[in-house]
């Protein structure tokens, strides 16, 4: 199965687990990239400049703005399954993350969802708006939380996700 992994991270949680998905599944990666990036930490004291960010881009995403990309790498539709992540932003999908659904919508054969956020999500409002944009149910969802993905504790959380893939 030919396998892609593409995600959208600010300040490299979603990157962590995709690029461990990716290595677990042997796949191709996309690193969805702003044409003007934002770094937004929230692990880093807040200062005046990064509080307007944080505000800025959680009021694009609960807008479901799409943020200006650069032209993707790979194409979806020379895979099998491509699985996209994203960060919470609002209780929901990154603008970024969105304006990859967005341009690629109808060529994605099979998809998986996979969020990282900072507080549990249980709501999986992130899943459903992620469905509805690029218009495929998904074959599998994982949310991870930072924290656990900063003290490296989410290696049995991606096998798991990893083996519903498959
Ligand atoms: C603008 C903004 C809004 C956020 N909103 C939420 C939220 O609603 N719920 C939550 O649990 N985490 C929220 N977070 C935290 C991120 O989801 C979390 O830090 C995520 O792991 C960051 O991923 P990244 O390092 O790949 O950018 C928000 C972060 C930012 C920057």
């Not at 677990?24 to 929230?42: F, Y």
């Not at 944080?54 to 895979?79: C, F, H, K, T, W």
């Not at 919508?105 to 249980?122: L, R, Y």
Request: aromatic share 8%.
């Amino acid at each position: 199965m030919k396998t892609l992994v593409a995600f959208y991270s600010s300040s490299g949680t979603t990157r962590k687990v995709g690029l461990a998905i990716a290595a677990a599944l042997n796949a191709d990666v996309e690193d969805i990239q702003e044409v003007n990036p934002r770094r937004i930490d929230i692990r880093s004291r807040m200062s005046p400049g990064q509080l307007w960010k944080v505000m800025r881009g959680g009021g694009e995403a609960g807008l479901g703005r799409v943020a200006g990309i650069v032209p993707s790498q790979y194409n979806p539709a020379d895979y099998d399954l491509v699985v996209v992540g994203t960060p919470i932003w609002n209780s929901g999908l990154t603008p970024p993350a969105r304006a990859y659904l967005v341009r690629h919508m109808g060529q994605f054969k099979s998809v998986a969802f996979f969020c990282t956020s900072s507080a549990p999500t249980p709501r999986q409002r992130w899943r459903d708006q992620m469905e509805k944009v690029c218009g495929r149910a998904p074959r599998a969802s994982a949310s991870f939380q930072m924290d656990q993905v900063d003290a490296g504790t989410v290696d049995v959380q991606v096998k798991e996700f990893v083996a519903r893939l498959t």
